[in-house]
């Protein structure tokens, strides 16, 4: 009875013999056997690609995006083709009806752009990436140049096969030259993969998915809606400026189709987006390095 | 090695850490611990160059984390579980952080295999349980086969074979020269767990320190001593001759002594000389859970209250009575004992309400929960703690017992007795 127990120092030794002799021989540090690489962005592309084809919202978005496109297109195409009279194609080429499908298939992309980036902070992954790969930069320049081929690719494909069944399908229309063909399909799909990419940066500095969905869905659709409320004779110059500068005046620049004879033509639009692009996506690089992850 | 100088990080004018300067070692689990919103998180973060200190450095092996070459292959961290795209497979999650840093695809179904997820390689991670995402977490940690580790809270939502587990994993990675920083509120863990301790509270660094020292210093250890009730002098002649060698005696209330300062067999070696028989001599020792309670105690910044339920409740029929509270449930301090000095303080220590031949086996554990304790395995009296445990205390610690009647507020005074009078009649029975 005058020797109580001890339960702690029974249940205790397992444990207690290690740390001293570890601590004191604290000396040589662990080294790992598996080989040290040095990384770049090669790595990082690599990393964002598994991301981007890993989750299921790349397969909505583009699945919706390439269905919009040609099946809104391909129905444009058959829906003209069956109620066309004689000479009413005279002066258009058929390239003109893959616009609308894109019109509404560019907020896919802008929705995939603003989820590559925003997801990862509303997750909480961009904090295990960014423990991965410090360099920040890197990460966002894979991001961006991962979600650009994918749009860029599934864009062409789409515009191009669209194109090609819609010129097959109006015979009577006029034969669309070269530099029409090239800007029908790379000159819009390229407009149409830094859109998306300009929302990829958005999501990036705004980090949250709904938000920047919001502000790229309105800064597509608000210019166009407000210039055609816009009565006042007073407004006519501004109203005009939306008109003419709205994605979606732009987009129709490409087929040759703008809503006026003035603002952008030719090859204008893709310029001004690549602008755009330059100064978002520094503002994103620059934000980034900036602030807490 | 994980080297911060006055570290300090404010969120508008909130400070989360203020001036933190420490050192984590290689070869050891060091224990980072502080109540919730300490900034136990904030420091990790600053560690892995998410969060930018508002001033001082942390460095990691002499770099900042954002300067580190290749950072993943010399430091793993398990950030927070969740911190994963839950639409993913957890073997492509981690198979994209794999070629991030330039590490073979094929260690990703090794470390898959390590914590156990490999049969839900496959599986999108939303699915995944709280314990099964930090698996996850610590798989994509090990990923680079790093020589800094860090972990915040890696045992939430483990089950206790999980628990088990992290913690071999974490010796067995200390032992292997790596250095271990493991964050936690729960003190048990780390008592177990970790070999060096950091404390921080409300942002600042409290204690810095080996678990010894922590315990030694933290820790108020006395022994027991009871002589016959009926010899009254027996008890004086014991006190003088323990006083005498060097210890420190007070009388408690039911006639006890606590002794402090000597170790039990040279207790037992006085009692003998002097020639007085004893009925008691047995160790108390406060556990580590509760010398980081006391110490933290007044840089908690999330205390508890009771549930009110103002204007929702109904009247009482006359005559009901009014439910118990459950001890402890919103009462300020319940969880902390007072200091030593502090009059009033009693070590927990539960009624004994086992029969008598069975009560010394329960004896030394209530005092401590876990299996805290001595460092060295050997009698915590060996180390005599430095302060005196004033005052015979007519105390009641946190008595699990549904003791506390509901009007009193404080938990100290009148339900004292009746726990500690149980365990008295139990022992003169004898």
Same mark, same amino acid.
Not at chain 2, 281 to 295: F, G, N, T, V
Not at chain 2, 299 to 313: E, H
């Given at each position: 009875m005058s020797t109580p127990q001890h339960p702690s120092p029974q249940a205790a030794p397992a444990w207690q013999g290690a740390p001293g002799p570890a601590y004191a021989a604290a000396g040589p540090a662990y080294t790992s056997p598996i080989p040290i690489v040095r990384t770049h962005l090669g790595h990082a592309i690599a990393s964002e690609w598994t991301k981007i084809r890993s989750v299921r919202s790349t397969m909505w978005t583009l699945g919706v995006f390439v269905l919009l496109v040609i099946g809104i297109g391909l129905l444009a195409g058959a829906v003209v083709a069956a109620n066309a009279t004689e000479g009413d194609l005279a002066g258009d080429t058929a390239l003109s009806f893959g616009f609308f499908g894109l019109l509404l298939g560019s907020m896919c992309v802008i929705t995939l752009g603003v989820l590559t980036t925003a997801s990862e902070y509303g997750t909480g992954m961009i904090r295990t990436t960014m423990v991965a790969c410090p360099s920040r930069g890197r990460v966002l320049a894979a991001k961006a140049v991962v979600f650009f081929a994918v749009a860029f690719v599934v864009t062409l494909v789409s515009s191009g096969f669209v194109a090609m069944v819609d010129v097959g399908m109006l015979g009577d229309a006029r034969q669309p030259t070269g530099s029409e063909w090239l800007k029908a399909t790379f000159g819009v799909s390229l407009y149409i993969a830094l859109l998306g990419l300009i929302s990829l940066a958005v999501g990036s500095i705004i980090r949250h998915s709904a938000g920047a969905i919001t502000i790229m869905i309105g800064v597509l659709l608000a210019p166009l809606v407000i210039a055609i409320f816009m009565f006042s004779s007073s407004l006519e110059d501004l109203r005009q400026a939306l008109f003419e500068y709205s994605i979606p005046n732009q987009l129709s620049v490409f087929y040759s189709s703008s809503l006026s004879d003035s603002g952008p033509s030719g090859w204008d639009p893709l310029w001004i987006a690549l602008g755009v692009t330059a100064v978002v996506l520094g503002g994103a690089f620059a934000l980034l390095e900036k602030r807490d992850v | 090695m994980i080297e911060a100088v006055g570290l300090t990080k404010r969120y508008g004018d909130k400070t989360a850490v203020y001036n933190l300067s420490f050192q984590v070692r290689p070869g050891a689990v060091t224990g980072f611990l502080g109540p919730n919103g300490s900034g136990k998180s904030t420091t990790m973060r600053m560690i892995l160059g998410l969060d930018n200190p508002t001033s001082g450095t942390v460095t990691i092996g002499g770099y900042p984390y954002r300067k580190l070459p290749n950072a993943a292959r010399q430091v793993g961290a398990l950030l927070d579980a969740k911190a994963v795209h839950g639409g993913r497979h957890a073997r492509n999650h981690l198979l994209s952080l794999a070629q991030l840093s330039g590490i073979p695809a094929r260690r990703v179904d090794e470390v898959l295999g390590v914590v156990g997820l490999q049969d839900v390689a496959r599986k999108r991670s939303k699915g995944f349980s709280l314990g099964m995402g930090q698996r996850l977490g610590i798989a994509a940690a090990l990923l680079g086969d790093p020589q800094v580790l860090l972990f915040d809270e890696p045992v939430n939502g483990l089950d206790p074979e999980g628990i088990l587990w992290v913690r071999n994993l974490m010796k067995s990675l200390a032992a292997e020269g790596r250095t271990v920083f493991v964050s936690s509120h729960l003190m048990s863990e780390m008592a177990v767990t970790a070999d060096h301790l950091i404390v921080i509270g409300r942002g600042q660094l409290l204690s810095d320190m080996s678990v010894t020292d922590f315990i030694s210093a933290n820790s108020a250890d006395f022994a027991r001593v009871r002589t016959p009730h009926t010899e009254p002098q027996l008890r004086e002649k014991l006190a003088s001759a323990l006083t005498e060698a060097g210890g420190h005696v007070l009388p408690e209330q039911d006639g006890a002594l606590r002794v402090t300062g000597l170790a039990l067999p040279r207790i037992s070696d006085i /009692?003998?000389?002097?020639?007085?028989?004893?009925?008691?001599?047995?160790?108390? @020792?406060?556990?580590?859970?509760?010398?980081?309670?006391?110490?933290?105690?007044? /840089?908690?910044?999330?205390?508890?209250?009771?549930?009110?339920?103002?204007?929702? @409740?109904q009247q009482l029929a006359p005559g009901a009575q009014p439910p118990m509270p459950v001890p402890g449930q919103g009462q300020p301090g319940w969880y902390a004992p007072p200091p030593p000095q502090h009059p009033g303080y009693a070590p927990p220590q539960q009624p004994v309400q086992a029969p008598p031949g069975a009560s010394y086996g329960a004896y030394g554990a209530p005092g401590a929960p876990a299996p805290a304790p001595g460092p060295n395995g050997a009698n915590p009296y060996a180390q005599a703690p430095a302060q005196a445990p004033a005052q015979p205390a007519p105390a009641s610690p946190p008595a699990p017992a549904p003791v506390a009647a509901p009007a009193e507020p404080a938990p100290a005074a009148p339900a004292a007795p009746a726990p500690d009078a149980a365990p008295t009649k139990s022992e003169d029975a004898r």
């Open positions: - | /009692a003998h000389e002097s020639d007085v028989r004893l009925w008691e001599l047995s160790p108390h @020792q406060a556990s580590l859970e509760e010398a980081y309670m006391r110490m933290t105690q007044g /840089a908690v910044d999330y205390r508890s209250t009771i549930d009110q339920k103002a204007g929702l @409740q």
